[in-house]
């Protein structure tokens, strides 16, 4: 008689603790998210919007690090790589730019370190007139040295040949490297 009370209250126990297990089980996997990556990489949903937003619970959202792309989408804009995307040396840099992003028909175009050392620097042409404030298409083939760091930054630098502060101007955002 004594065995089968133990056995039912174990039984009690471990189906309040499953229970309660089962219904705070998000929350668990919850704690110590901080960023986007985690929460995307710990499977919570994900928008398909841009940036996209990752969902935890709680109430907690992170927004992806797409560096400064939306603020400068009506001077210059990025096909390939896009944001967070694994970049690999040698890589290729298309996209469009208004005329006045090129100084002769061309840009230069950088690869960091999440450290900040430059890994590598390419020159983006001009795929067309450039002497004008439209769009223009733009590309580059780069290579950029083996990185140290899982992740680092792509800038696209409008030419600046007078070197004064306010003519110059960056489109940058993350990348990751394999």
């Known amino acids: ?13 471990v189906a309040i603790g499953g229970a309660l297990l089962f219904i705070y089980w998000d929350n668990i996997r919850a704690a110590g998210v901080d960023t986007f990556t985690e929460c995307r990489d710990r ?8 940036p996209a937003v990752c ?13 400064n792309l939306l603020e ?18 040698p890589m290729v840099v298309e996209g469009e730019a208004r005329g006045f992003w ?3 028909a061309s840009f ?5 370190d999440a450290n900040g050392k ?16 439209e769009f223009v298409p733009f590309n580059t083939v780069m290579e950029f040295a083996e990185p140290e760091t899982e992740t680092g930054t792509l800038i696209l630098e409008k030419d600046n040949p ?17």
């Open 43 to 50: 499977g919570f949903p994900v928008s398909e919007s841009f």
């Open 102 to 104: 090129f100084f002769e």
């Open 108 to 112: 230069p175009v950088r690869v960091k």
């Open 162 to 178: 007078s070197g004064l502060p306010e003519n110059a101007d960056e489109m940058h955002f993350p990348v990751r490297f394999r």
């Open 72 to 89: 400068k989408e009506n001077l210059i804009r990025i096909e390939t790589p896009r944001p967070n995307e694994i970049i690999k040396s």
């Open 55 to 67: 969902s935890a619970p709680g109430g907690k959202t992170f927004t992806e690090d797409i560096g």
């Open 1 to 13: 008689m004594k065995n089968i009370f133990w056995i039912v209250v174990l039984i009690v126990v």
């Open 118 to 133: 430059e890994l590598g620097v390419g020159i983006a042409q001009a795929q067309g007139e450039w002497m004008t404030e």
